[in-house]
């Protein structure tokens, strides 16, 4: 769908996704390892230690979005500059083009940190189903009706790519946040549930 605006768009929009691995990446990684954290504490019924882990994951994961927001956009220009060097040869035009892409995309780093604290957790608790609706909504539902609509209904150019990668990314963060309040509320009922068990019996 890229390709309607011209092979360089496609282009540009691979190298602003690359730009947003230097701090989704992170995101990423962490996703893995505390899943599998997640998952070892709940299976020896440690439930009050996996939401520590999700609350202090999902601290770890905004800290590091809200970081990389603030350095990639310090920095944007001078990375686009550095993408769009090939050998002895400039292209300012796929230059400012990186920009105007990722000048949007950039905006959902803090809500990504969200959804993917998120699927940490679901992963952990065996949430699969879960895990593969919030994926599939995440292209789907926010990315490929959002794109469409702005190529048919609007005269936005390549910034249209941009603001259709921010605006899955918010919604994927918006999305997560509203599938994980009711597994909150189950893990609160087997804490207390827990701590209930483990009281002696009154005489």
């Known amino acids: 769908m890229s390709g309607m ?7 540009a929009l691979g190298v602003s996704n690359n730009i947003g691995g230097l701090t ?14 997640i998952s070892q504490n709940r299976g020896a019924g440690n439930y ?16 590091i979005g809200v970081l990389g927001l603030v350095l990639v956009w310090a920095g944007l220009p001078w990375l686009a500059a550095v993408f769009a060097q090939s050998k002895n040869n400039f292209d300012p035009a796929f230059c400012e083009m990186i920009v105007s892409i990722h000048r949007w995309e950039m905006l959902g780093y803090i809500t990504l940190g969200i959804n993917s604290a998120t699927l940490a957790l679901l992963l952990g608790y065996g949430y699969t189903k879960l895990t593969l609706l919030l994926n599939v909504a995440r292209v789907f539902l926010f990315r490929v009706p959002v794109l469409w609509y702005l190529q048919r209904f609007t005269e936005l150019g390549t ?33 207390r549930q827990e701590e209930t068990c483990g009281k ?3 005489k």
């Open 159 to 191: 910034e249209a790519v941009g603001i259709t990668m921010m605006v899955s990314n918010i919604c994927a963060g918006v999305s997560a946040i509203a599938v994980v309040i009711p597994v909150l509320v189950r893990i609160r009922k087997k804490i």
């Open 48 to 63: 009050r230690r996996t939401l520590q882990l999700y609350l202090w994951l999902l601290v770890v994961d905004e800290m």
């Open 24 to 37: 989704t990446s992170w995101h990423s990684g962490m996703l893995d390892g505390a899943s599998a954290l």
């Open 5 to 11: 605006y011209g092979a360089l768009t496609v282009g």
């Open 200 to 202: 002696p019996l009154d």
